[in-house]
């Protein structure tokens, strides 16, 4: 049994559900909240990531199960709260984080794969809120994490019903914050994470000669998780869990077409050189397939220097832009 530290004993015993747990950030949230002493209910369509995060928690001693299940179907979801009420009798923290994407030129993705992206992304996550606030209400306690990402407020180039969906979630989650801000001990959170370096890029549908490969300023997971721990413990409406989320969601907001136009023309042009690439589906339609991990790549050690460089040069292009806007 490995070492563990514990940010407080205050999550111990609590009940958490965590959708989208075989890998990347879910399984990361898996860890981090087992970590915590808390009591798990894992989620995802396949089996073999379920039993490998369930064992990893029994390792650790704590009580958790695994639940087969697509999150863009409602009665599936349903059963999720009922194997989860079976296990100890109340939800205290449900993450909603299972969600799918598919890139490439819109009108050359299959209607079909568009379709699911919705039903997974926007739709699963309803169906997480739908069911969960019905139990925090009658329990009068709960926390909703939501794992956005930037995506909420920026669009992913060639990304566009993804774009569509995270853009959905930030608005529905921000209306259901208003209902529900007559009840003290219930929270809605919302995170914004930006590129992680985690399975999703390898597990997502690609089409058009689309192929971005993880870039070396993503995100490590782990931190993520160890963030979504954090808004568990000392709730927040909206969380951006480091500075590169911030500071590329604010440049954004300062040069939006400015932005997206550049993205896509860069996209544009790794689209023409691998135009002959086959075509994936991804984990869109069926569950994710190995690599069951929580990183896309292994990750090598950032030095203070390497994260000093990256602000600077972040700081330096949204000087040029600025710079080249007043010209």
Request: hydrophobic share 40%; charged share 20%.
């Amino acid at each position: 049994m490995e070492n563990i530290h514990r940010l407080s004993n205050r999550l111990k015993g609590k009940l958490v559900v965590i959708t989208g747990a075989s890998s990347g950030v879910g399984r990361a949230a898996v860890e981090a909240f087992a970590k915590e002493g808390c009591n798990i209910v894992a989620v995802a369509r396949g089996k073999k990531g379920i039993d490998d995060v369930v064992d990893y928690c029994k390792e650790l001693g704590i009580q958790a199960i695994g639940v087969c299940a697509d999150v863009s179907i409602a009665e599936e979801v349903e059963n999720i709260v009922e194997r989860a009420l079976e296990m100890n009798g109340k939800i205290d923290i449900w993450v909603n984080n299972a969600g799918v994407m598919a890139s490439g030129k819109f009108e050359e993705i299959p209607m079909e794969i568009h379709q699911q992206v919705i039903k997974t992304n926007l739709f699963g996550y309803m169906h997480g809120a739908y069911n969960a606030i019905k139990i925090f209400k009658n329990q009068n306690h709960g926390i909703l994490i939501n794992n956005v990402s930037i995506g909420g407020y920026m669009p992913a180039p060639y990304s566009a019903v993804y774009s569509g969906t995270k853009h959905g979630i930030r608005g529905m989650m921000e209306c259901l914050q208003g209902e529900i801000s007559n009840h003290k001990h219930i929270h809605i959170c919302n995170l914004y994470p930006q590129l992680q370096n985690s399975t999703g890029n390898l597990h997502s549908a690609k089409y058009s000669g689309f192929d971005m490969k993880i870039p070396f300023i993503a995100s490590d997971p782990l931190d993520t998780a160890a963030v979504m721990v954090k808004m568990a413990l000392s709730p927040k409406k909206d969380v951006f869990p480091d500075f590169r989320a911030t500071v590329i969601t604010n440049t954004y907001r300062l040069f939006p077409k400015l932005l997206i136009n550049a993205a896509s023309a860069a996209v544009r042009m790794k689209m023409k050189v691998n135009k002959f690439k086959d075509d994936e589906s991804g984990n869109v339609l069926t569950n994710s397939k190995e690599p069951l991990r929580i990183h896309g790549k292994i990750p090598v050690k950032r030095s203070n220097n390497l994260n000093l460089a990256v602000i600077a040069g972040l700081a330096f292009g949204t000087a040029f832009i600025l710079a080249a806007k007043k010209n």
